[in-house]
């Protein structure tokens, strides 16, 4: 048996078993400890139930994306779907093995201001707190875009969420910091080394950009 998830399945099938055996008051109080969270992952109960997993669902949503013929509002909707779907750190993960962050980094330079601003939404997610995902989003390219959205995109929302997106990227990971400085403006940078770790260095060079943004 090599597919992961009927593994679980059954780990998880065998675990309910023992708890149902072993707990001698589920039988009179159904809020005791007969339905704990025994650790089914969305993708095996996907498979439990016969539904399409994550990953398929992750797939549909960009190919809807990226459709021509679709219309603006499904897009969007599109786009809502998978960022939800990318607020689970594995599916977040596996963007790379399912050859998703291609497509969503060039969705930022998209015509339509409201693909632009939900891919860097995507980003920020895709990244925030995941050093795998900062990884991918640095060697995708997708760093010095962003930064030219917070420069000289026209809308304030697309620039707000590249803000969002720069900002998870760039904390403690020093080679996104590097490389957003080196496109972020000399008066917002200030043209010297700030170390990724260093939260109060790096809210500040945020804080300028919100100040940019608001301003614009």
């Known amino acids: ?13 065998v675990r309910n078993s023992d708890v149902s055996r072993e707990d001698a008051t589920s039988a009179s109080d159904p809020k005791a400890a007969r339905y704990p ?15 399409p997993s994550d990953a398929d669902r992750m797939k549909q949503s960009m190919s809807a994306i990226l459709h021509p013929d679709l219309d603006l509002d499904n897009k969007l909707v599109a786009f809502d779907n998978f960022e939800q779907l990318i607020e689970n750190i594995d599916n977040a993960n596996n963007m790379e093995n399912l050859g998703l962050w291609t497509p969503l980094t060039r969705q930022l330079e998209s015509n339509e201001p409201e693909l ?36 000289e995109d026209q809308n304030a929302d697309v620039r707000k969420h590249a803000i969002s997106a ?10 996104s910091l590097d490389e957003a400085m080196k496109h972020i403006p000399e008066d917002v940078s200030g043209g010297v080394k700030v170390d990724s770790g260093d939260m109060e260095s790096v809210d500040g060079i945020i804080a300028k950009l919100r100040e940019r943004n608001a301003s614009s």
Do not use: Y
């Open 116 to 151: 632009r601003r939900m891919a860097a939404w995507c980003i920020s997610t895709a990244v925030q707190n995941n050093p795998k995902g900062q990884e991918r989003a640095f060697v995708i390219g997708a760093i010095p875009t962003l930064v030219k959205l917070i420069i």
């Open 1 to 13: 048996m090599n597919d992961p998830n009927l593994n679980q399945l059954l780990k998880w099938s």
């Open 166 to 175: 720069v900002s998870s990227e760039i904390r403690n990971n020093q080679p």
């Open 37 to 51: 969270d025994r650790g089914l992952n969305p993708e095996a109960l996907s498979t439990l139930l016969g539904g």
